[in-house]
């Protein structure tokens, strides 16, 4: 009985040992195929993406695909589902690049040049890489967006509030970033779609200096001594200020904006409001 209670301990520090090894053996395995999985799917994205390039969306076949990522066909199903999920992934990988290249640009004093520039190089971006700007703006699902594509717009729509912070927006943010958004898109889609000998080299610049114009003011140049600001304008300003203020209650925040929204755009029915004589 002796020997057995000075041997168990022993045995019970050997068992917890195994034990302990074949966790780190278990874990070791898992991070060596989630990089292996990692792996694949970088390789796969990036020869769809290749093939996209090359031949278009029919020549992202899940043949092709794996003969160029050097994978078996189940593997892609197996990390995307089907075809479809390739493509969006091929999608995501596409806007992740366009991101990357809109973030390394240095934001300067002026708004509206910072805008003329993400618009020049969003047009640069569809020219350069027509297929995938297709399928990434003109291929989407009705009401589905890729969160990616959401980001984008978000991105937009802060420098559409740099322009209302300087006082140089004359309509809302909302809409102004939209509006950008769709002249953008539609210009760089119709001239993808035109032959390229037959592309009007000034149809951008002038769909972007239409896009700026109705949607900004022109504070940027010295206003006459009698000139007043519009209500819009300064509405929109005050509105782009207003998550700054601390002076105001959240209530008042809240009551504050929604006044400078009917001022901003009066066209648009607003809830609860008042009638006044």
Known sequence: MESEDVIAPDANRDANHDANRDRDGNRDANRDRD??????????VTAAARLLSEGGPDAV????VSSAAGVQPPTIYRLFGDKQGLLDAVVAHGFTEYLSSKTAEE??????????????????????????????????????SS??????????????????????????????????HAAGCGTTLTLIAT???????????????????????????????SAEPGPV??????????????????????LLREWLDRIADPAVPHRHRAETP
Do not use: C, K, Q
Request: glycine letters at 8%.
């Open 107 to 144: 934001p300067t004093d002026d708004p509206v040049a910072d805008l003329r520039a993400g618009w020049d190089l969003h047009i640069g971006l569809g020219l350069a890489n027509p297929a995938l700007y297709s399928l990434m703006y003109g291929g989407h699902r009705p009401g589905a």
């Open 147 to 180: 969160p990616a594509s959401v980001a984008a717009f978000e991105m937009l729509a802060r420098l559409i509030g740099r322009v209302a912070e300087a006082g140089r927006l004359a309509i809302p943010e909302e809409r102004a970033a939209a509006l950008v």
């Open 195 to 225: 032959p390229e000998d037959r592309r009007d080299p000034e149809l951008s610049r002038t769909a972007r200096e239409v896009a700026i114009a109705a949607i900004t003011t022109d504070a940027s140049a010295p206003a006459p001594a």
């Open 35 to 44: 990089v292996n999985r990692d792996g694949n799917r970088d390789r796969i």
């Open 61 to 64: 076949s899940t043949r092709a």
């Open 233 to 254: 304008a300064a509405a929109v300003t005050l509105r782009a200020a207003l998550p700054r203020t601390d002076a105001l209650t959240a209530s008042e925040r809240g």
